[in-house]
């Protein structure tokens, strides 16, 4: 890495980092003196959070809920992966689904916790099966539509390669439909997300959603605040993840593109 | 197929079957039971409920967070969004903040909000503008500068001032990019309303679903299920269609 | 004879007439007050519907303009700060937790609802006599082999919110009878569901208040006893009402109403006729339980005053227990009236 690039990619930290810095300066400054009980001097939350999560409660807490995360997420893309190749090469199945899955996916996905809580309790269970759920729709929806956008050129060179239907969709209608595929992907993992902390919400004894709820519910102020701010660092921390991962899939989507 | 069942509409015969095999389902089979509707229990429940004031009430109480919550976004976000969109430095300096707020999802401060605010309507539509204001600002910013380069370059040949820019190629683009943003936010809106009252005690639907789920009765849990994906598909389509019919100019 | 009677009719119409007059005066003469109380949906929050609906709380200058309901009193705290409502109900446990951890400015101003005096130390001897007197209960299945406090350890009990009155109550009962506190498993649920979840199986104990109690007999299921019974040794007041220390001081008439109201809805509640009033006040309104399984409920007793050691009491059991991490000075929680 030359001293140009590495320069450029100082300078790129220093303008996206500014901002952030004086924004969290200003907010410890002024929440010194606070005496408002709901709103703490910064300093003391952080005090906090080091004491919480550094590492105590991860794993009575924090661990259970990733685990539940990821255990649903991938059950989601499986299953709308799966499901959507099969139904995306059939227009004809496309047309009678759709109504279907977009009808569940206009459900707040939030709102399916408490039907789960009626049919499966309040153990581990239940919340997988929230997350599997509402999770796999947006997967489910983009799966199709990117595997029934083929390329007509594409399609054309298959038959005349004569590929049989399984290596079709193996070789190109899938290869071919992952930018798409991807954004479903990303939409998924928001609501997993979401549907994992509201499950913890609605009746849960364990997991980050349960502790910061718990904090609520005893005026632990300090503790509620240490759970939300985890809480806001995860998302953004699952976000960045993706990108990642999105963009080493992806490189050869992004360089056509740019080609183009 | 028979050529009668051939001119009805896929989704229809899609969504009888589905309610059929929602029926058989909660009939007959493990899931038949006390915490399982069927889908005429739904249905009853469901237009029960629509003859009821205080259904019509928490239905009302729900848009009123959404609608309210959403204009103020707008307010907000959009004026922001443009100045921020305008000056390569200001848009680089707040995208990396405004990216990660955007992506919190609202349910996440709902604890503090519930100490700060309390639970009810406000908290909602301070969720609401959560919820909306980061990428409806950040999505206005790109639209401000994904104007068109070759257009912009033309009038700088000409000398057309910075008013002239903005207001024959950075409006333009601006205004498809918001309108993509208000969609997504309208949406959004229903959404967080409703996941405020749920899990917030604000009002509105969500309490209401709160509450019937908490005392067990699933039929009417239900009902209030069917309902929401009614609305949320209802509202979608009208929004698919209004975004063609007002924002012409981007063939989106 | 006949003399007499008209002069009896007469008088008794000129009383009538002046007392007529006295009323229709005094009733519009001071514009009433209005207050909104937060509560939770169990039977003894009956009183304030049926204040309203009686003029108990016109006759001392408020008008209760919204009754709302919150599945527990943790979240009905937090409402009172932010100034949604004006008084709000809370156990002494859910008062202190507020109190103690967030430095809440709350004032107590009456009792809501509690054991006689000396009713408790009867209780505590003989099973039957708690099961008479209390209103909070736990349920559990007859056949899942809970059988005494200690076997709740390991188990799954659902309360309304935790760290409040039944996480530190039912705590309090397991550690007596010599089990392991730290081993239950507490979750959240509300009263209403808690039943239906424990007859699934998916949880399998429950904290119940009246008219859930009763509920939880009626379902077929059984009371293991009361915890409330096991906590607290000689308060009085359990359940109270508080404002903040704001409206207090700002609202001194009001507050001054409220109390007057509360103690004359109090000594009504007590009275066989009067406690009937309040269910059906109370029930199935507000708690969506019918009425004649609300009937089945040990009444609640409204005690007519509070004393410091209904706060003290708890906070030191609370730091015994190590719900609070330090002392906790109640003394400015209450009112200087009942200091």
Redesign the interface.
């Known amino acids: 890495m030359n001293a140009r690039r590495l320069w450029r990619w100082l300078l790129a930290i220093l303008v996206a980092g500014w901002l952030p810095v004086i924004l969290i300066t200003w907010w410890w400054k002024s929440s010194a003196t606070s005496d408002n009980p709901f709103f703490p001097p910064l300093e003391m939350i952080w005090e906090q959070f080091k004491l919480n999560w550094v590492f105590t409660n991860v794993p009575i807490h924090l661990v259970p809920s990733l685990e539940n995360l990821f255990t649903g997420f991938a059950i989601a893309v499986v299953v709308g992966i799966g499901l959507g190749a099969l139904i995306g090469t059939s227009a004809g199945a496309a047309r009678y689904v759709e109504p279907i899955v977009d009808f569940f996916r206009s459900i707040p996905p939030v709102a399916l916790v408490p039907v789960f809580i009626l049919l499966l309790g309040l153990d581990s269970g239940m919340r997988i099966a929230s997350i599997s759920f509402a999770a796999a729709f947006p997967i489910l929806i983009s799966t199709i539509e990117g595997v029934r956008q083929t390329n007509a050129v594409l399609l054309d060179t298959a038959t005349v390669f004569r590929l049989s239907p399984a290596r079709l969709l193996w070789q190109v209608r899938l290869p071919n439909a992952m930018p798409v595929v991807f954004g479903g992907l990303q939409v998924g993992l928001q609501i997993a997300f979401i549907v994992t902390v509201a499950s913890e919400y609605l009746g849960s004894g364990f997991g980050l959603g349960a502790f910061t709820l718990t904090a609520t519910d005893t005026f632990n102020i300090l503790d509620a605040w240490t759970g939300v701010l985890l809480l806001g660092l995860l998302g953004y921390v699952l976000s960045l993840v993706f990108d990642l991962v999105e963009r080493a899939s992806l490189g050869w989507y992004y360089g056509q593109k740019k080609l183009a | 197929m028979p050529a009668v069942l051939r001119r009805i509409p896929a989704g229809v015969i899609s969504t009888v079957v589905a309610l059929i095999v929602w029926q058989i389902i909660g009939s007959v089979g493990p899931l038949a039971g006390d915490s399982f509707a069927t889908a005429t229990e739904a249905i009853a429940a469901l237009v029960e409920f629509l003859g009821q004031s205080d259904f019509w009430t928490a239905v009302w109480q729900t848009l009123q967070m959404a609608i309210i919550g959403l204009l103020i976004s707008v307010v907000i976000a959009v004026p922001l969004g443009f100045l921020i969109g305008l000056s390569r430095f200001s848009y680089r300096s707040t995208k990396f903040t405004f990216d990660f707020l955007k992506v919190i999802p609202p349910i996440v401060i709902i604890p503090i909000a519930i100490l700060v605010i309390g639970p009810d309507v406000k908290m909602g539509v301070v969720l609401v503008v959560f919820a909306n204001t980061f990428s409806m600002a950040i999505q206005t910013a790109y639209g401000v500068r994904d104007a068109d380069p070759v257009l912009l370059e033309t009038m700088r040949c000409y000398r057309m001032g910075l008013a002239k820019q903005i207001r024959y190629a950075r409006l333009p683009s601006a205004a498809v990019q918001i309108g993509i943003a208000l969609r997504l936010a309208i949406s959004a809106s229903l959404v967080v309303s409703v996941v405020a009252g749920l899990v917030g005690g604000a009002g509105g639907l969500g309490s209401l679903l709160a509450l019937t789920q908490s005392s067990g009765n699933a039929d009417e849990t239900y009902a209030i299920i069917l309902f929401l994906g009614i609305i949320g598909v209802a509202v979608s389509r009208l929004l698919v269609r209004t975004q063609r019919r007002v924002i012409f100019w981007s063939g989106k | 004879m006949s003399n007499i009677r008209r002069k009896g009719v007469a008088l008794a119409g000129v009383v009538g007439v002046i007392a007529a007059a006295a009323l229709a005066t005094a009733a519009p003469a001071s514009a009433a007050t209005n207050i909104k109380v937060g509560t939770v949906a169990i039977n003894a929050m009956g009183t304030i519907p049926w204040g309203q609906a009686s003029g108990v709380f016109a006759k001392n200058g408020l008008n209760v303009t919204e009754i709302k309901i ?3 009193p ?2 009905s ?3 009172l ?4 409502v004006d008084f709000d109900y809370a156990p002494s446990i859910a008062i202190i ?2 109190y ?5 400015a709350l004032k107590v101003v009456a009792p809501a609802d509690g054991y006689p005096a000396g009713s408790l130390t009867a209780a505590k001897k003989s099973a039957a006599a708690a099961a008479k007197l209390d209103d909070t209960g736990v349920c559990v299945n007859p056949t899942g082999g809970i059988n005494r406090w200690k076997d709740l350890a390991g188990k ?1 009990v ?1 309360v309304p ?4 009155q039944g996480e530190v109550t039912i705590s309090q009962a397991v550690k007596a009878d010599g089990g392991n506190p730290a081993a239950v ?9 808690a ?3 424990l007859k ?4 399998q104990a429950a904290f119940t208040v009246e008219p859930f109690t009763s509920s939880c007999t009626s379902s077929g299921l059984k009371n293991l006893g009361s915890p409330g019974v096991q906590f607290f040794t000689d308060e009085v007041a359990i359940g109270m009402w508080v404002t903040t220390a704001k409206f207090a001081a700002e609202n001194p008439a009001a507050v001054a109403g409220f109390q007057k109201s509360i103690a004359e809805l109090g000594r009504f509640g007590n009275t066989k006729a009067g406690w009937d009033k309040i269910l059906q006040s109370a029930n199935p309104a507000y708690t ?1 339980v019918d009425i004649a399984t609300a009937r089945k409920a040990n009444p609640s007793y409204f005690p007519a005053t509070i004393v410091a050691n209904d706060l003290k009491g708890p906070a030191a059991k609370m730091l015994a227990l190590g ?1 609070l991490k330090k002392p906790l000075d109640t003394a400015g929680l209450l009112l200087k009236q009942y200091r």
């Open positions: 919150y599945p527990a943790p979240p705290l937090a409402a700060a932010a100034g949604a937790n507020a103690a951890n967030a430095g809440m799954t659902s919110a935790r760290g409040t498993n507490y979750v959240t649920l509300p009263f209403g569901a039943i239906d979840t699934s199986g998916k949880t969506d719900f």
